[in-house]
């Protein structure tokens, strides 16, 4: 059976943060670990100035994700894991992709509609603060997922609109072009924690409600002792509906140690404990990471290498499926030209006419193609084009004398010697 390839990629804005950890990096560090899948994790940098237009963030972002996921376990030498501004196919099919996308499916894009319906409520005009790169947000996430012919994307259920999107690029170009791309399926799941942050809002940079995940342990301890919690003294029962904290430890604990905290909320645990005994529980988890983390980022080089390395091995499948897409859509070398093309770029088209090429052995070649493009003559390799250029030469001088082929050139199938002969007198008169 052939392998269920994941793909999912992480936006390089900002530092990685326990929400981060828990509903991405962590999921995909075991996943990665199935047998039967191939794996597919990248640093989404092009995606990053969409959003920012501060470099040094961008690149210290980008540093600090990737140490993350290999902090979290992530076996590089596994799976394909890799920056996509590394990969210049991506753009190229963004291109591709653009093409066969109505700009209507892209007006109802989450992101942008959200900036619209902002700027209307704000009275202001429709496209304030909207970059065509916002815009082209999907196109170019469609290129990620496609590039990789990738099958599950697992991602949050805010981003399975651009999934949906990317299938429809990917049947709009396979109805022109052919079947050449995979339709991708978004992957939510549903058992992977949406942390919520310091406030019970989501866990996120812009509530600025987040727990540092590589910060020092003592501002961890200080983050985790502002969760919000209620007013109850100790010994008072407490809710663990609705409790931020209680929702972070479940995250991290065994179904026996939730069982443990429920009932230690029950029977009117401290607020204080509550958070202690978390703050020991995430630092169980993250202090044996932290150490490979720090070497990371203080060795940046190191991860550079790594990452270089993955390029290279996801090029090694971009690279040939970009070549066929490119020939699908037309962007061809000439000397395949069709009938259908040559008719329309010359008038001169009724006439048969010599191709010189060169092909991948290196070698050098000609065909001879009648007034409709169709193959009469195919010549073997040469080693120069000069001297298929003079074996070219010696058959018109020749015309009308017997053909001479020697070996250096075939009649097509279906072809007679003598349709050679007629063609090169034709060439020889005009
Ligand atoms: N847009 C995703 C996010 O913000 C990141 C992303 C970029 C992505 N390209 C992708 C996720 C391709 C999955 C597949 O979360």
């Known amino acids: 059976m052939s392998p269920v390839r994941f793909l999912t990629g992480i936006t390089t804005t ?10 991405a990096i962590r999921p995909t560090v075991q996943a990665s670990r199935r047998p039967g899948t191939e794996n597919f994790y990248f640093l989404a940098d092009y995606h990053a100035l969409i959003k920012c237009d501060e470099p ?14 290999l902090a979290a376990g992530l076996d590089w030498e596994h799976v394909h894991f890799y ?7 991506i753009p190229e099919l963004t291109w591709l992709l653009t093409c066969v996308t109505g700009k209507g499916i892209l007006n109802r894009a989450h992101a942008y509609k959200a900036q619209v319906d902002k700027n209307n409520a704000a009275g202001v005009d429709v496209d304030a603060d909207v970059s065509a790169g916002l815009f082209m947000y999907p196109v170019l996430m469609a290129a990620d997922i496609l590039m990789f012919k990738a099958h599950k994307v697992p991602v949050g259920r805010d981003q399975v609109q651009h999934i949906e999107m990317a ?12 079947e050449h791309l995979v339709l991708p399926q978004a992957q939510v799941d549903d058992d992977v924690a949406l942390l919520p942050g ?11 409600n987040v727990i540092a995940l590589f910060g020092a ?8 002792f502002s969760i919000v919690t209620d007013s109850r003294a100790p010994g008072e029962p407490k809710e663990v509906q609705g409790s931020a904290l209680f929702q972070i430890y479940q995250a991290f604990a065994s179904p026996e140690e939730t069982l443990k905290l429920r009932q230690a909320y ?35 080089g190191e991860l550079e290498d790594i990452l270089q390395a993955g390029a290279a091995k996801a090029r090694a499948r971009a690279t040939p499926l970009m070549r066929e897409l490119r020939e699908a859509v037309g962007l061809r070398r000439l000397a395949s030209v069709t009938g259908a093309g040559k008719k329309a770029a010359n008038k001169g088209a009724s006439l048969p006419a010599f191709k010189q090429y060169r092909e991948a052995d290196g070698q050098f070649y000609f065909k001879l193609v009648d007034g409709q493009g169709r193959l009469l003559l195919q010549s073997a390799g040469f080693a120069s084009p000069r001297e298929a250029g003079q ?5 018109k001088a020749g015309a009308g004398e017997p053909l001479a082929l020697d070996g250096k050139a075939t009649p097509a199938d279906g072809v007679a010697l003598a349709d050679v002969g007629a063609a090169l007198r034709e060439l020889a008169q005009s």
């Open 266 to 300: 029950s029977a009117g645990i401290a607020w204080s404990d509550a958070k202690q005994l978390l703050f020991e529980r995430i630092d169980h988890e993250i202090a044996p990471m932290r150490e490979r983390y720090q070497h990371l980022v203080e060795h940046p």
């Open 391 to 395: 074996f070219i030469a010696a058959l």
């Open 83 to 89: 920056r996509q501004s590394d990969i210049p196919e």
């Open 217 to 224: 342990r003592e501002q961890v301890r200080k983050q985790i």
């Open 56 to 69: 040094a963030r961008i690149q210290r972002s980008t540093l600090e994700i990737a140490a993350c996921w």
């Open 167 to 178: 299938r429809d690029m990917a049947s709009s170009y396979n109805h022109l072009y052919g």
């Open 198 to 208: 310091l406030d019970g809002r989501k866990m996120s940079k812009s509530y600025d």
């Open 14 to 23: 900002g530092t990685p943060h326990l929400g981060n950890y828990v509903g």
